[in-house]
């Protein structure tokens, strides 16, 4: 493997790998607010019977919404950084 295929290979890992930490951390952190704000855990099984749709639903569209945002934020400023 040639210098600029291995360089490519490592920018790729430390984009993968710091955007899939990230994620991690902020859903540790969506869970814990949920758990803050509510006093219940976060609604991880929709099948359970002691889950309310409703709230499973909002966790889901909520959580969605803030990673997918999240995650085209960090993966844009990572690569940006790496390039440079």
């Known amino acids: 493997m040639n210098r ?4 490519d290979f490592y920018r790729k ?11 991690w951390i902020m ?3 969506i869970e814990a607010a ?6 219940h855990k976060a609604p991880k099984n929709p099948g359970n019977r002691s889950t309310e749709w409703t709230s ?9 919404a803030v990673l997918g ?6 993966r844009a400023q990572i690569t940006r950084k790496l390039l440079k």
Do not use: C, D, E, P
Not at 4 to 7: C, G, L
Not at 34 to 39: A, C, E, N, R
Not at 56 to 64: C, K
Not at 69 to 74: E, G, I, N, P, R
């Open 34 to 39: 949920y758990k803050q704000i509510s006093g």
């Open 69 to 74: 945002s999240a995650k085209t934020f960090l």
């Open 56 to 64: 499973a639903i909002i966790y889901s569209m909520v959580t969605g």
């Open 13 to 23: 890992a430390l984009l993968t790998g710091g955007v899939m930490l990230s994620s």
């Open 4 to 7: 600029k295929k291995q360089n």
């Open 27 to 29: 859903k540790q952190g």
